[in-house]
């Protein structure tokens, strides 16, 4: 072993050397780096002692030993090179590689860009999911004024103190899922031996609770929406056919058969920034949807006068153009994003915050409530997984419907083999026979807790989505859930949502 400020002693494999504070440098050759092309080395550093020569002897037998089975990283590469190298080859949807860019950008590489891939562990990324929770914009605590744009400016009312406000879920989520596939790829790559997101804590996952317009409000959106003739068309097909934003935006007029009643979605209209451009279904499949009696009826009044208006300017309307578009020959399409602004300050005027999407969760619940079976309503949706996806999305109708089911139609059962008068005679009443509000939603939110909708685990929706959906106060929610802590299904701490009890 090397000693004072004498040059190190080569060994067979590895070398030890004296720095000047007294510790012991050990470095192992393993190979060539792949992706720089330069030698790397495994470099560890054992403090000074009396005992340091026989630790860093240790230190070299075991960093010998890794690379001989070939259990050390054969990269010095940090976070940003393999997210580089990950979106150099990743095989995606435009759209979906615009999302994960911009996640990447926001909230990986901030945080995590600087470190060598070899030294990420369970901790480091437990400790990154939860400062995305904390704070969206990565702060450390310190107050500061959070400024409208980050030039010169004149500061206004929109510039103030900074508020933590977590991230969403879904964008948590997503940032999981980039280092999760760029990890697997550097195992693959032999960058790394071990992938740390085995060690990590998956985020837990975004329950949907979808709240669509009631029929009250529908018909005034639609009553509102019906003075532009288009617009009132549209937000119908939107109301009655489940299609998303895009698909509505792509539809032509040849994939439309008023005889047959039948309208097919094949593709679909994405925008990134001011660019649009056609593309597949979110599924990639196409899919054909039935038309009642008015949709038809409406969509041959709308034909017709957009074919008067075309005529009067002395052009035609091919049979591939759209069935709505800004041009008078309808040969361009809307850009999405114009359409969910007109809605949303369309829906502002009469005095609601919604959003476009909503109409798609009202059919859906439409649908499900009028007793229609899960595949048939993830047939229109697009939801792929043969309607699991459905469920998941719409357990609280699904549970209503359930339960209207029994109390309407009920199951043909032979007569039961004891005297029921007798036993009725000598129960007592209970207020179940009234069938209080918060009853209802209690046997609702237990159907869907027998039925695995709600799994062990998973939240239950909050008081403010019960007190929406049901039309009760606070209280009858709050005694809905109580009903349940005592039925043993749910648990309830002060200051945090129940939650599915395990089995």
Sequence with gaps: MATGATAPKRRTRGEIEVLPSGSLRVRVYAGVDALSGKRNYLVETVPAGPKAPAEAEKVRRRLVNEVDEQRSPRTKATVNQLMDRYLELLDAEETTR?????????????LLGHLPVSKLNGETLDAHQALLRRCR????????IEHVTDGPHDCDDRCGPHVCRPLAVST??????????????????????VNPMDQAEPPRGARPEPSPPTAEQGAAILNAAFKDTW???????AMTTDARRGELCALRWDLLDLDRAVLTIRTSIAQENSRTWE???????????????????LLRAYRQQCVEQAAAVEVDLVP??????????????????????????????????????QLRHYSATELITAGVDIRTVAGRLGHGGGGSTTL???TAWVAEADQRAVKDFGVRMPAPPIHLEEIS????????????PYQRIAADLQAAITCGALAPGDPLPTVEKLKERYQVSAGTANRAIAVLKLAGLVAVSRGKRAIVCSD
């Excluded at 996640?103 to 990986?108: G, K, N, P």
């Excluded at 617009?231 to 097909?237: A, R």
């Excluded at 005679?425 to 209080?436: I, V």
């Design 392 to 394: 998941r999305a719409y």
């Design 320 to 357: 591939q153009s759209r069935i709505f578009s800004p041009a008078i020959d309808h040969s361009t399409w809307h850009r999405p994003s114009s359409i969910s602004n007109r809605y949303v300050r369309m829906c502002r005027r009469l005095g609601w915050d919604m959003h476009l999407h």
């Design 231 to 237: 617009w009132g068309v549209f937000l119908w097909l």
């Design 172 to 193: 948590i989520r997503k940032a999981y899922f980039c280092l999760s596939g760029a990890l697997a790829r550097a195992v693959r790559w032999r960058w790394i031996t």
């Design 98 to 110: 615009s999302r994960y860019e911009q996640v990447i950008r926001t909230h990986i590489r901030p």
């Design 137 to 144: 914009r990565h702060c450390d605590g310190r107050p500061f």
């Design 425 to 436: 005679a000598r129960a007592p009443a209970t207020a179940a026979d009234h069938e209080s």
């Design 279 to 297: 593309k597949g279904t979110k599924t990639h499949q196409q899919r054909r949807i039935a038309l009642d009696g008015s949709t038809v009826a």
